[in-house]
């Protein structure tokens, strides 16, 4: 069988499994233009797009969406426009990084977070609010009105209930076993409050289609900068899109082993060889039409453990 080139790798992975334009262009500022000031002029954000089969309608329109959501803000100088991500946003931004960079597997003292809303005491709009994103954070709701997590993010947490305006609205608690009692162990709530054969078979769909690359990249590195930068910006969209179905449950409560785990090595495994070339690729596209354009930050560089 023919070994394919970087270049046929990224034009059959777009042909099987085209991205959603939308969503393609917020994995590239999160992955790329965040970690450059988080600004871009329209006609690089197009430049860079392009190989990965965006057209400019395409682009234009995502952005246009963006903006109307409260991802992105814009502005004009001229005939041209720019889009930085907006900073009410960047909290959120912020945390979907930490999930994809950081290597998986939460130290867990055995407390679980309950979050407490009894019948009446909120209205169903804000009820489904914290329901949606709390749900997004990892949370199950184990019955009605309480939502349960084993170990989230607490800066998280009071973020998504200052922006869905339940602040003093919902009761918060942190709560251990009661031994005596010949209760069922809490960690047995995770089989009843998480389906996670759907988050398990993403894992292993991604590890499946993207294995082959980390061999192609490893036989040879020198894909080419606009080759390597498509890599990069479809594995990270890739990769985003199972981590978002992903609960986040510390590794002893998940099965062993767990695929997310040899998701994150492989991700980490391909980013390490593509980022190099990928910047310069970046910078190159940044520097047409910025000669200011910033260098990537200091937190780019710890991704992933650490880029080198």
């Given at each position: 069988m023919k070994q394919l080139s970087s270049d046929e790798w990224v034009a059959q992975f777009l042909?099987?499994?085209?991205?959603?334009?939308?969503?393609?262009?917020?994995?590239?500022?999160g992955d790329s233009v965040a970690a450059h000031g988080g600004a871009i002029w329209l006609g690089s954000?197009?430049?860079?797009?392009?190989?990965?089969?965006?057209?400019d309608r395409l682009v234009r329109t995502s952005v246009f969406r963006l903006v109307q959501e409260g991802w992105l803000m814009a502005s004009r100088e001229g005939r041209r426009s720019r889009y930085a991500l907006e900073p009410r946003a960047l909290p959120r931004l912020e945390r979907a990084n930490h999930r994809i960079y950081a290597k998986p597997g939460l130290d867990w003292d055995g407390r679980w977070t309950l979050l407490i809303a009894p019948n009446g005491s909120i209205d169903a709009?804000?009820?489904a609010a914290v329901r949606k994103e709390l749900q997004w954070e990892g949370f199950s709701m184990l019955a009605p009105g309480v939502l349960a997590h084993p170990a989230p993010n607490v800066e998280s947490l009071a973020e998504v209930m200052a922006r869905v305006?339940?602040?003093?609205?919902?009761?918060a608690c942190s709560?251990?076993?009661?031994p005596g009692i010949g209760a069922r162990p809490l960690r047995e709530l995770v089989n009843d409050g998480w389906d996670l054969a759907p988050v398990i078979a993403a894992y292993r769909q991604f590890s499946e289609r993207f294995a082959p690359l980390l061999a192609l990249l490893r036989k040879d590195q020198n894909v080419g900068q606009q080759a390597a930068f498509a890599i990069r910006s479809l594995l990270i969209h890739a990769?985003?899109?199972?981590?978002?179905?992903?609960?986040?449950?510390?590794?002893?409560l998940l099965p062993a082993p767990w695929p997310g785990s040899d998701a994150y090595e492989l991700a980490r495994d391909i980013y390490h060889l593509v980022f190099e070339q990928a910047e310069e690729y970046l910078m190159a596209v940044l520097r047409r039409e910025d000669e200011q354009a910033l260098q990537a930050d200091a937190a780019f560089y710890e991704r992933f453990g650490g880029l080198c």
């Open positions: 042909a099987q499994d085209p991205p959603r334009a939308k969503s393609l262009v917020m994995t590239v500022f954000l197009i430049e860079l797009l392009a190989p990965l089969g965006l057209a709009d804000l009820r305006g339940a602040v003093g609205k919902v009761f709560v251990d076993e009661l990769y985003r899109r199972v981590q978002l179905h992903d609960p986040m449950l510390p590794l002893e």
